[in-house]
């Protein structure tokens, strides 16, 4: 079979460097920063051109092969971003150091065919036959010692901003044993750092993190890292690896894993029948189907590799049994592969990517049934977690497959990777169990999610799982709703949770967009629903999928079969989907009904009716308050003001924290409030009547005033209309207040121009014109003095 695969032309590569140079015949460097407390930091120097820059990366990765990286997020990103990068990645792999400008086109290892993914520099856009391409390195000097190392380089400044304008990214990561400094392959940036318990975790830059770093200024914040402990804790194999032993048809996709069977691995790697990375057990003389829907960069082959990747090296030092690079397919177009093992296949070899590294794991080829069964039982975690509760209630045990979980659905059995329960409690929720699992989507920008959910239901009681808009956030989620009616029947339906009232929990159709299937069943006592829907991240977006949040809820159902409000039955979930753990929080926004009352009396009173009464009183100075208007004009709206206030001081109340699906109305009531602020002090700054810029100062506060009455309206009929949803009589008596105010306004005004223009013409005139015995009549209507 390999000698029928494509050839891919002979890579010229470039000599290795030399042995790591003393630590004596390095630059010394005039600048560092901190990346990572004591893992990890960047020493530099800038040419007095200041068009090279001399740098070092220095970090304590681990006493095994590793690279370190340093750069740049692409212009325009909103804090750190790994996806356009452009970075210096160095490292060891074995006794030879390298450093290479890297681009970061998407999240995934590099395919040296075609350039795409955390690739160098050189092979960006570039077409077929990269692989060609030789990697220019950059100048290097080399230490390495124990979990120590450091790369000196030189490059171009170039693409990198002098002025640290882009955010500053960082990462360390583990290199593939099956690579060479020539070519290294970077795996996944996640490491088990020395002097540090737990196992692996990711090193790298928080996504958003606005990290600024002027290569074109003075800085120090470094210690000497070198010398701290070396009590390396070096990452552990994944134990009780699944074997998948009872099947002939088996169903590949990609996406992340917790711990590769034989680290370090990338992080992304082969799913097979829901289970990540498994052992697959294999009888010769049977056939066996493979339905590969891995994506197009993902072709599976059967090789002696432990590596893979067989298409970068023309497959030398392997031998293929079955597949190959064009072995590939998606969801919607999957590839089907049989394989029939015989005599010639040995007992032992690996399903990998032909592109990327050690995406999959081992293949056990067996001569008889009763050897694989015996074998794939040997380790199968159904045994050992026997006796424990079970989530379908009928007593086998819940976990199979090295931590997935099952649930039965109509006689049939769905594996799940993960699962967790939700306790009952005193808050009269029902307790219930939860289970997921993930996989690539059809769309690269998003995940594929299929969840189940199972409990004991009484009559015309729910629970629901909804996925939020904002985190913790009822409103503004979608939800899925697995209930049971007083007949029996149990449902699981998808809602939209629009507002706080019954009428906006608003039922999905059957076709809305991102909701793939949904299925409902009851089991004995126990309601079941299973989902499948896509959700707005992308498979290779380790660090969104590391921190996914849902809500739940339980509660009871009205004679419609809707959600009602659940009470105090309801929580947060905040889910690792990669590693497979989750916890439970009580971090949802509980609506304080009373707070929310409050803040809409103060703020429809205060800014809505008060403050305008204050604007209209300051236009009848000449009319009908010609000596109380000022009075008038500052009690209501000093009163007016500390109304205000208190709605603010309602309004958070009214969730307890900073966080609102209604951001806008937020920061408009926040900036009134500041503005109403500014207007008071400007009282106290108030020029005397004969001052030669109380004019100005006149204006100033006419236009901040009235500007900030009709923020203040605006936000009112925003509140009322899109937050509380009000009825009609409330805005409508409202709008009917906020008219007499505005009728009073115009008959006052009409009052005023009528009085002025029969005082002028009773004046007496003098040298050709009208004296006002005031001096400003005419004024009136162009000033608004106080």
């Not at 990711?202 to 009590?231: F, K, M, W």
């Not at 552990?236 to 048809?249: F, Q, R």
């Not at 994506?295 to 497959?315: C, I, K, M, R, V």
Request: proline share 7%.
């Amino acid at each position: 079979v390999a000698d029928e695969l494509p050839k891919v032309p002979e890579v010229s590569r470039p000599a290795p460097k030399s042995p790591p140079s003393p630590p004596s015949a390095q630059a010394p460097l005039e600048n560092c920063r901190v990346l990572r407390k004591e893992y990890l930091q960047v020493l530099w120097t800038l040419s007095n051109d200041q068009d090279i820059v001399t740098m070092a990366i220095e970090g304590r990765p681990g006493s095994g092969d590793a690279w370190m990286a340093f750069g740049y997020s692409p212009a325009d990103s909103f804090g750190a971003q790994m996806v356009g990068a452009r970075v210096v990645v160095a490292g060891y792999a074995g006794d030879e150091c390298f450093a290479y400008d890297y681009s970061l086109s998407n999240r995934e290892q590099c395919d040296f065919l075609n350039g795409m993914g955390v690739c160098p520099t050189a092979y960006s856009g570039n077409s077929a036959g990269v692989a060609e391409i030789p990697i220019p390195p950059l100048q290097i000097e080399c230490q390495r010692s124990g979990s120590y190392m450091r790369v000196l380089f030189e490059r171009p400044v170039e693409t990198w901003p002098l002025d640290g304008g882009d955010s500053a990214v960082w990462a360390m990561g583990p290199v593939s044993p099956g690579s060479d400094a020539s070519r290294p392959v970077v795996l996944y940036h996640s490491l088990a750092l020395p002097g540090k318990d737990g196992g692996a975790e990711p090193v790298n830059t928080p996504t958003g993190e606005n990290l600024v770093v002027a290569l074109d200024e003075t800085q120090n914040s470094c210690s000497d890292i070198s010398a701290l402990s070396d009590d390396v804790e070096n990452q552990e194999a994944a134990s009780n690896v699944p074997v998948l032993y009872d099947t002939t048809d088996f169903v590949v996709t990609s996406g992340p894993y917790d711990v590769h069977p034989d680290p370090p691995g990338w992080g992304l790697g082969y799913i097979v029948n829901d289970v990540a990375l498994p052992v697959i057990n294999m009888v010769r003389g049977q056939t066996y189907t493979f339905s590969i829907q891995a994506g197009p960069t993902h072709p599976l082959y059967f090789t002696t590799s432990p590596f893979g990747a067989g298409e970068l090296s023309d497959f030398e030092n392997e031998v293929v049994y079955a597949g190959g690079i064009e072995s590939f397919g998606t969801e919607a177009e999957p590839y089907v592969l049989a394989v029939t093992p015989d005599d010639t296949w040995p007992d032992l070899l690996y399903y990998q990517c032909a592109v990327h590294q050690k995406l999959g794991w081992q293949a056990k080829i067996y001569d008889t049934q009763e050897e694989s069964d015996k074998a794939g039982m040997a380790v199968d975690p159904k045994a050992a977690f026997a006796g424990l509760p079970t989530m379908d209630g009928e007593g086998e045990g819940a976990f199979v497959q090295a931590g997935a979980c099952e649930m039965t659905l109509d006689g049939a059995t769905i594996a799940f990777q993960s699962c967790a329960t939700i306790p009952g409690g005193n808050t009269g929720n029902t307790e219930f169990n939860y289970a997921w699992s993930v996989s690539a989507g059809a769309d690269p920008s998003f995940t594929r999610l299929s969840m189940g959910i199972n409990a004991t239901l009484p009559d015309d009681a729910y629970v629901a799982i909804a996925i939020p808009e904002y985190p913790n956030t009822m409103v503004g989620s979608d939800a899925l709703v697995l209930s049971r009616e007083t007949s029996g029947v149990v449902q699981l339906l998808p809602y939209y949770l629009g507002g706080q009232t019954q009428s906006a929990v608003i039922q999905h159709p059957d076709d809305y967009p991102g909701i793939i299937e949904t299925s409902s069943s009851l089991d004995g006592d126990t309601a079941v629903g299973t989902f499948t829907v896509q959700i707005p991240v992308s498979f290779t977006d380790t660090v969104a999928l590391e921190s996914y949040n849902f809500i739940w809820a339980s509660g009871r159902i009205n004679s419609q079969g809707a959600p009602t409000y659940h009470g105090l039955g309801k929580g947060g979930i905040d889910a690792n989907l990669i590693s497979g753990t989750s916890a439970s929080n009580t971090n949802t926004q509980t609506i304080n009904w009373s707070a929310r009352k409050a803040h809409m009396w103060l703020m429809a009173i205060g800014w809505g009716l008060l403050v305008p009464c204050g604007v209209v009183s300051v236009r009848a100075k000449k009319s009908a308050l010609p000596h109380a208007w000022f009075k008038v004009h500052r009690a209501a709206m000093t009163l007016g003001y500390l109304c205000g206030v208190g709605g603010i001081i309602a309004g958070f109340l009214v969730r307890g924290t900073w966080e609102t699906p209604y951001s806008a109305h937020r920061d408009l009531g926040i900036t009134i409030t500041v503005l109403g602020f500014v207007q008071l002090l400007s009282i106290v700054a108030r020029p005397a009547p004969d001052s030669r810029v109380r004019p100005i100062w006149v204006s100033w506060h006419r236009v901040i005033g009235v500007s900030t009455v009709c923020l203040a309206i605006a936000n009112v009929y925003y509140g009322m209309f899109y937050v509380a949803q009000v009825a009609t009589w409330a805005w409508g008596l409202y709008s009917a207040c906020l008219a007499a105010i505005v009728a009073v306004a115009v008959a006052n005004e009409m009052w005023a121009v009528r009085h002025a223009t029969t005082t002028i013409q009773h004046q007496p005139k003098t040298d050709g014109h009208v004296v006002d015995a005031d001096d400003d009549i005419g004024k009136t209507f162009i000033n608004v003095e106080i």
